[in-house]
Nanobody, 121 residues
């Protein structure tokens, strides 16, 4: 059984910062790409940022220069440092991991339960 657990969400004023974490646990043989997605009320889930096992990253245009994705491969943990937050960043943020749960087992995508980020004065 694989679990992804996000933490670090909350209420922050515009211009503030938050750091999200996502810890992967359970039966994990190898983790490949990881990413953060978000879903605002009434909108579709959208990609925020991704990071390969090698460390190469991609970002949505809306967060470039403000958010930084990183990972700790030794501890199967993903991070998202969010600076200069704006009200439009308000959403539930989800962690995603493409991983192989066991040797010879097919890779699959796993999701966390989400953490709420609210940017408001």
């Amino acid at each position: 059984q694989v679990q992804l657990v996000e933490s670090g969400g909350g209420l922050v004023q515009p211009g503030g910062s938050l750091r999200l974490s996502c810890a992967a646990s359970g039966s994990i043989f190898n983790i490949y790409a990881m990413g953060w997605y978000r879903q605002a009320p009434g909108k579709q889930r959208e990609l925020v940022a991704t990071i390969a096992r090698s460390g190469s990253t991609t970002y949505a245009d809306s967060v470039k220069g403000r958010f930084t994705i990183s990972r700790d491969n030794a501890n199967n943990t993903l991070y998202l440092q969010m600076n200069s937050l704006k009200p439009e960043d308000t959403a539930v943020y989800y962690c995603n991991a493409n991983l192989r749960p066991g040797l010879g087992v097919r890779k699959n995508d796993y999701w966390g339960q989400g953490t709420q980020v609210t940017v408001s004065s």
